[in-house]
């Protein structure tokens, strides 16, 4: 029905989660709208993971609604999902490499998958294209164990945007990783926005690389809304665990 559109490429209503009798998330509402980077903070367990599979339908939500691109997602099977799936790319935390195949076949993977006849010619013109984006060409025959962390972040990216994503959800893109490495990654999400109009989740509990990539910015805790604006706003706040975490 028209009118029961939901502004927003992605919107979750009233959503609660648990993982048997734990509470993870309670009563979130949210709103990503196209082309944004939204930033998620929060503590440890607040359950920002959590709201990244929600939101990839790799778990089921227990209570509310989750719409990707106007699809409410509790209602389509794996088949269904998969088209909506590949308009998305994940950076999952840990970056999730496959150690035993190249650097080129880990970016080329869901070319192989959605093209089982893909040319070599044609995937390595794809994968090439996307490993200069993310400056890592000269790596296209290396294997994930030979790189450090912060290019196996940026490897990470370029596999989750081969496939040309409207929508990226990012875990925790810059942990472990030094502050100017981190930058590079941040300077990545800010292209990806930027040149592609990317609409982003960026998960993080670093506030200097929230600042960075955010166009706006919510707080989880425990499972919680307790924060929604800008950077700013960040920092003024009265909120006693909202001040906690920014100082
Ligand atoms: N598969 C699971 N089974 C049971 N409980 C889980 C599972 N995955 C996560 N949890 C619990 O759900 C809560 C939220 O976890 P989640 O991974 O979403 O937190 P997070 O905010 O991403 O934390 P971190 O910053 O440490 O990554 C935690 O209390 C965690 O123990
Ligand atoms: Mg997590």
Do not use: C, W
């Not at 370029?158 to 990226?168: F, K, N, S």
């Not at 919680?224 to 800008?230: A, I, M, N, P, S």
């Amino acid at each position: 029905m028209e009118n029961n559109k939901q502004n927003g490429v992605i919107h979750v209503e009233n959503l609660s989660f648990t993982y048997g009798n734990e509470m993870v998330l309670e009563n979130l509402t949210l709103t990503v709208e196209k082309g944004e980077t939204l930033v998620i903070l929060g503590g440890s367990g607040a359950g920002k993971s959590t709201l990244l599979r929600l939101i990839i339908a790799l778990i089921r939500q227990t209570r509310g609604k989750i719409t990707v691109f106007d699809n409410d997602i509790a209602y389509l099977s794996e088949r269904q999902l998969r088209p909506l799936r590949s308009r998305m790319g994940f950076v999952f935390q840990g970056g999730a490499l496959f150690d035993s195949i190249t650097v080129a076949e880990n970016v080329g993977y869901a070319l192989r998958i959605n093209n089982p006849k893909i040319s070599e010619p044609e995937f390595r013109k794809a994968v090439m294209e996307i490993l200069e984006y993310v400056e890592m060409d000269e790596f296209y025959s290396a294997y994930p164990a030979d790189l450090s962390g912060g290019q196996r972040k940026r490897i990470a990216i370029a596999r989750a945007t081969i496939t040309h994503p409207e929508i990226i959800l990012y875990d925790e893109p810059t942990s472990g990783l030094d502050p100017i490495v981190s930058k590079r990654i941040n300077q990545l999400i800010n292209r990806l926005r930027l040149e592609q109009n990317i609409t982003s989740i960026v998960v993080t509990h670093i506030l200097q690389d929230a600042f960075e990539v955010a166009t706006r910015l919510v707080m989880l805790k425990n499972g919680r809304l307790v924060f929604e604006g800008q950077s700013d706003d960040l920092l003024l706040s009265k909120d006693p665990y909202v001040q906690q975490f920014v100082r």
